[in-house]
C-alpha cells in the first residue's frame, strides 16, 4: 500500500513538472511573439519656415534737461510734437501713434548720489509709441533718426524697458502645412530605416507634436522670423 502511494505520489510530481515546463515555454513562446510584435522606431520631422514680421512695436524715447521745471516740460511737449511730426511725415498713420506720460526726475530730491555732480536739477523723458502692421515704413524711418537730432530731439538707445519688437501673429495660417511637412519628414526617415533593416514599416503607434517656436532669423534682421516645429512619430516595423 505505501508503495502504491509512493508511485502516484511520483507520478503526480512528474506531470506538474511537465505541466510547468509546457507552461512556461508556451508562454516564452507567446512573450517573444509578442516582442516581435511590438518592434518599432521613433522618428522625428522638421518643418521650418522664413517668414516676415507683420507687426512692429517702436517706442521713439527722447531726454531733457534742465533747472526749471516748467521749461522742461514745455520742451518735452514741443519735442513730442517734433517726433509725431516726423512719424506722421514717414507714412505712419495718427492712430498707429501714442504718446506716454513723460517721466521726470529731480535730482536734488532722489536721496541718493551727488547732485551737485549733474549740471542740471531735472532730467525728463517722454516715449512716443509706433504700434503698426507696416513693417517696411518703421524700417525706413528709422534709419532716418538723426533728422530728430537735428531739429534738437536727444533720442535715447534702446534698453529692456524701450526696445523695438517684431511680432509674427499668423501663426494659424501656416500651422496645418508645417505639421503635414513635418509628418512626412518623419515618415520618410522610418521608410529609409525599415528598408535598411529589411522590414516594412506597419501604422503609427505613437505620435506627438512639438512646440512651434518663432525666433529672429538673425540679430541684424529681427523683422525676419524663423518658424519651425519638430513632430515624433513612432511606427511599427513588419516583417
Same mark, same amino acid.
Given at each position: ?86 512719424? =506722421? ?6 492712430? *498707429?501713434? +501714442?504718446? &506716454?506720460?513723460?517721466?521726470? $526726475?529731480? @535730482?536734488?530730491?532722489? %536721496? ?74 518623419? =515618415? ?6 525599415? *528598408?535598411? +533593416?529589411? &522590414?516594412?514599416?506597419?501604422? $503609427?503607434? @505613437?505620435?506627438?507634436? %512639438? ?29
Amino acid at each position: 500500500m505505501k508503495e502504491k502511494r509512493i508511485a502516484e505520489s511520483f507520478i503526480l510530481g512528474a506531470l506538474l513538472c511537465a505541466g510547468l515546463i509546457i507552461s512556461s515555454y508556451v508562454v516564452s513562446e507567446g512573450f517573444t511573439r509578442f516582442k516581435a510584435f511590438e518592434r518599432t522606431v521613433v522618428v522625428k520631422g522638421l518643418s521650418e519656415r522664413e517668414v516676415s514680421a507683420d507687426i512692429a512695436i517702436w517706442p521713439v524715447t527722447f531726454t531733457v534737461a534742465a533747472d526749471d521745471l516748467s521749461f522742461l516740460v514745455a520742451t518735452l511737449k514741443d519735442q513730442n510734437d517734433v517726433v509725431v511730426a516726423f512719424l =506722421r511725415q514717414k507714412g505712419i498713420a495718427q492712430k *498707429e501713434i +501714442s504718446v &506716454s506720460a513723460p517721466s521726470i $526726475i529731480d @535730482r536734488q530730491a532722489t %536721496g541718493y548720489g551727488n547732485a551737485n555732480s549733474y549740471r542740471y536739477r531735472y532730467a525728463g523723458s517722454s516715449t512716443v509709441n509706433v504700434y503698426t502692421e507696416n513693417i517696411e515704413k518703421v524700417r525706413l524711418a528709422r534709419g532716418e533718426l538723426s533728422d530728430l537730432g537735428a531739429k534738437g530731439v536727444a533720442i535715447s538707445g534702446e534698453n529692456y524697458q524701450a526696445r523695438s519688437e517684431y511680432l509674427y501673429t499668423k501663426l494659424n495660417e501656416v500651422k496645418p502645412a508645417m505639421i503635414e511637412e513635418a509628418t512626412s519628414n518623419a =515618415r520618410a526617415v522610418a521608410e529609409k530605416f525599415a *528598408e535598411d +533593416s529589411g &522590414s516594412r514599416l506597419g501604422k $503609427i503607434k @505613437r505620435a506627438s507634436q %512639438g512646440q512651434f517656436s518663432i525666433m529672429d532669423r538673425d540679430s541684424n534682421t529681427p523683422y525676419m522670423k524663423k518658424v519651425r516645429v519638430v513632430s515624433t512619430l513612432e511606427y511599427y516595423l513588419v516583417d
